[in-house]
Nanobody, 115 residues
Framework: QVQLVESGGGLVQAGGSLRVSCVVS????????MAWYRQAPGKQRELVAE???????NYADSVKGRFTISRDKAKNTVYLQMGSLKFEDTAVYYC?????????WGQGTQVTVSA
């Protein structure tokens, strides 16, 4: 049973920084990719950042230059470092792990950016 547990969300002022974490119950390198998604109220869930097992990264245009995805193999943890936060970054952030056609999700962590 694969489990993903996010943490680190909270309330931050615009312009500030925050790091969210995703601890996985098994080796993160057993997945083809790890990713962060977010879903704001009334909007669809969208991809924020992803990192493949080979280390290739991809970011949504809206966060390029502000967010960084990284991982710690020993801790089976994936991070999303968020900087220069904007009000529109407010959302529930979800961790995702993909293995072939299977995808696994965490429960999400709320990030609220005050204007």
């Amino acid at each position: 049973q694969v489990q993903l547990v996010e943490s680190g969300g909270g309330l931050v002022q615009a312009g500030g920084s925050l790091r969210v974490s995703c601890v996985v119950s098994t080796s993160i390198f057993s997945f083809n990719s790890m990713a962060w998604y977010r879903q704001a109220p009334g909007k669809q869930r969208e991809l924020v950042a992803e990192i493949t097992s080979g280390g290739w990264t991809n970011y949504a245009d809206s966060v390029k230059g502000r967010f960084t995805i990284s991982r710690d193999k020993a801790k089976n943890t994936v991070y999303l470092q968020m900087g220069s936060l904007k009000f529109e970054d407010t959302a529930v952030y979800y961790c995702n792990a993909r293995r072939q056609v299977l995808g696994y999700w965490g429960q999400g962590t709320q990030v609220t950016v005050s204007a």
